[in-house]
């Protein structure tokens, strides 16, 4: 019993929110349901298909393609690949993870993971269309080049900082999800 309060505690205090709310308020007890169908709807629509790309990414890419492009030896070519991956993306950064473990797992270069989550999660193109509808080109230019130019550097650093048994680490990580 205890154990179970340790690994759902989350759950257990959202309960006694609710009922907290449904004291006070029943009304935002309807709506917090209602925010958490959505959500999980939501989720429903997008998971499965993400599953799928990524099911097929795995069986489709060959091991050697990912090495030769995004290895170790890649160089600049492989943040050229994370960069059109992330850029070229659609979904929540959510979904980016499984990608990168898989990415991780085919042999690719640390930092060339670590870039395409960052562009995954900032540099999209539909994020970098809504950016300049809204904010302007000379605005978002700025904004996403300043953008690019940190993660880059950043990237890079973190490849260098990061010692080999660390990276060993986040590939046995990687490898141990199944």
């Known amino acids: 019993m205890k154990q179970f309060v340790k690994k759902q505690k989350f759950f257990l205090v959202s309960i006694v929110l609710l009922i907290g709310m449904t004291i006070i308020d029943i009304q935002l007890t309807y709506q917090a349901f209602e925010n958490t169908w959505n959500q999980v709807w939501n989720m429903l629509l997008i998971v499965p298909p993400i599953f799928v790309l990524i099911g097929l ?11 030769k492009h995004m290895g170790e030896t890649s160089k600049a070519k492989g943040m050229f690949w994370a960069f059109f991956l992330g850029a070229f993306s659609a979904g929540p950064t959510l979904i980016a993870f499984p990608i990168a473990m898989l990415m991780l797992k085919k042999g690719a270069k640390y930092s060339n993971v670590l870039f395409f989550l960052m562009v995954w999660s900032s540099l999209k193109l539909p994020i970098v269309f809504y950016q300049v509808t809204t904010l302007g080109l000379q605005f978002s230019l700025i904004i996403n080049i300043t953008m690019l130019i940190v993660f880059i550097i950043s990237a890079l650093l973190a490849d260098v900082f990061f010692t080999k048994q660390e990276k060993d680490l986040f590939l046995e990580n990687a490898n141990s999800q199944q």
Do not use: A, G, K, N
């Open 57 to 67: 990414f795995d069986v489709w890419v060959p091991r050697e393609t990912i090495i």
